[in-house]
Each structure stands twice: as structure tokens, then as C-alpha cells.
């Protein structure tokens, strides 16, 4: 009952739609106003190029509407300037490295709601094998970046955080899907595939000279859009590795691999993380 409360607060939430939000980073501040769904996206101008590593940033929610002017609410993250390291990694969440049953969603569900960030459990070997290509040859003090590009909601971004610093993953930037009301919670993880796509565009974009590497299941639309990620961005791609989870996709994600292949880029579709491991190993990307 104490998990199924508390999941069922994660949806409970009103975005502000046109909200004024201060910005500071550094001695550096702006303004913008949020957009109809309560989001905002902002390009800070810098005198100097920030050094590479993390970054802490504040956000404020200002009222212009009280006087004198009040803060309504705050909020402190952070940002990535990524070290010149070997390749950036993509990574989804859901039956990539969590155990979520995705592909069912009374099964989804019913893990979401009775279970809790600390009594879930990773895929055996997942953790390892991505601790190696975080630090696989980055240098002192770097590490490989890591984007975790995900259907989940952004309702669920403090679970999935507490799972993964739980469990030890790479630290990353989080990239999910559009809030969903509690009327909405029967579609969690269902929103439209594509938004992902182009999620996903966007940070490859934004590193064109950089390598990249790709991790996904078949429980859902990730062969499909990562093969489509491949023919756009072929130089860019280094190795494609797939979850096997759903056997009734078994075939159709060969023939999506066989696409990748004929595109000069890698893969592995793998059962388990041991396999995923050694692929890594033998293509040089991480050392034994």
C-alpha cells in the first residue's frame, strides 16, 4: 500500500504553463516563460566556455504578479560539458537495465505499483557492464557521458534516479517523456515512440564529431528506432546492443540488425549481459 500511495503521488501533479523561471549559473541569470505544458528550454550565453564536468545550475519559479516579487519555488540541478572522452553512450531504461516487463502492461504496472526503487532489480551483469563503458579509456577524472533516453515520464524521474545511484550506474543526463496526469497512469511508458527519435537526433546533433554507442531492448520500438538512427547517423555509431526480451520480436529485430550490420556499424543481440560484455571486449571498447 506504502509503494502504490506513493507512485500514485508521482502522478498527481499541474504543470504552470506560462510561469516565469529565473535561471543562474554562475554569475550568469535569465528569464523565460514556461510553454502551454510547462516546460522550458533555455541557451545561456557565456563569456567563457565552461570547463568540462558538472555544472550546478538554480532554477526559480518568480511570481510577477506579487509585490514585492516572491519565489514561488526553486530548485537546484545540474549540466554536463562532456570531456573529450572515446564515445558518448545512449542508453533506454525500462527492460534495458530495469526489470519493468514493458511489453505487458498489467505486468508493468503491477511492478510499478507494489514495487519500489530500492526493491527492484537490475538485469544480472548490467550494472558491470556499464561501469566499463562509462570508464573505458576516458582518462583520469572523465568518463564516457551517459543519456538516458526513455517512454517513461518525467512523473517518474526521482524513482528512476534512486534506482540507478541504488544500484551504481554511470551518473547521466536523463531525457524523458511528457508528464502524465493520474488519469493518464494506464498508459505509463505508452508515449509516442517518435518523440524518442527525436530525443535521441537531438544529442547526437549536438556532438557532431563525436561516437556514439546505443543500448536498447526489443520489448518495445527501440531495434526500429535505432536502425533508423544508424542510417541517418552511420559515421556516428559505433556499436548497437539489444536486449533479446520479447520472443515474438525475435525475428523481426534480426532483420532490423541485419540493416545496422549493412550500414557498417556493429551489434550485438544479446540474451544477457555476459554476452554484451564480451562483445565490448572483443571490439576493443572496453578492456577485459
Not at 43 to 67: D, F
Request: aromatic residues 10%.
Amino acid at each position: 500500500m506504502v509503494n502504490l500511495l506513493a507512485v500514485l503521488r508521482l502522478f498527481l501533479v499541474r504543470p504552470y504553463p506560462q510561469a516565469t523561471i529565473r535561471v543562474r549559473l554562475g554569475d550568469h541569470t535569465t528569464e523565460i516563460r514556461t510553454d502551454p505544458d510547462g516546460y522550458f528550454r533555455i541557451e545561456l550565453p557565456l563569456e567563457q566556455a565552461l570547463p568540462p564536468g558538472w555544472h550546478s545550475v538554480k532554477a526559480q519559479m518568480v511570481s510577477q504578479t506579487i509585490s514585492p516579487e516572491t519565489i514561488l519555488a526553486e530548485g537546484e540541478g545540474k549540466i554536463l560539458i562532456p570531456h573529450q572522452t572515446p564515445f558518448l553512450c545512449i542508453s533506454d531504461i525500462d527492460d534495458t537495465f530495469l526489470i519493468s516487463h514493458s511489453a505487458t502492461i498489467g505486468k508493468r504496472l503491477l511492478v510499478l505499483l507494489t514495487q519500489n526503487a530500492h526493491s527492484r532489480d537490475p538485469f544480472e551483469g548490467v550494472v558491470a557492464h556499464y561501469q566499463l563503458l562509462a570508464e573505458a579509456a576516458s582518462g583520469p577524472d572523465a568518463t564516457n557521458p551517459f543519456f538516458y533516453v526513455s517512454s517513461s515520464e518525467w512523473n517518474l524521474y526521482d524513482y528512476i534516479l534512486e534506482f540507478s545511484r541504488k544500484n551504481g550506474l554511470p551518473e547521466g543526463i536523463y531525457l524523458l517523456s511528457q508528464l502524465k496526469q493520474l488519469s493518464q497512469l494506464l498508459q505509463t511508458g505508452k508515449t509516442k515512440h517518435l518523440t524518442k527519435f527525436d530525443r535521441i537526433v537531438r544529442i547526437i546533433e549536438t556532438y557532431p564529431d563525436r561516437k556514439f554507442i546505443l543500448l536498447g531492448d526489443d520489448s518495445q520500438q527501440d531495434p526500429p528506432i535505432y536502425e533508423s538512427i544508424v542510417r541517418h547517423f552511420p559515421q556516428q555509431i559505433l556499436c548497437v546492443y539489444i536486449r533479446r526480451i520479447h520472443p515474438k520480436k525475435q525475428d523481426a529485430t534480426n532483420e532490423l540488425m541485419k540493416r545496422i550490420k549493412a550500414n557498417g556499424v556493429a551489434y550485438c543481440y544479446f540474451a544477457n549481459s555476459a554476452e554484451a560484455h564480451r562483445h565490448s571486449v572483443e571490439m576493443g571498447l572496453v578492456a577485459s
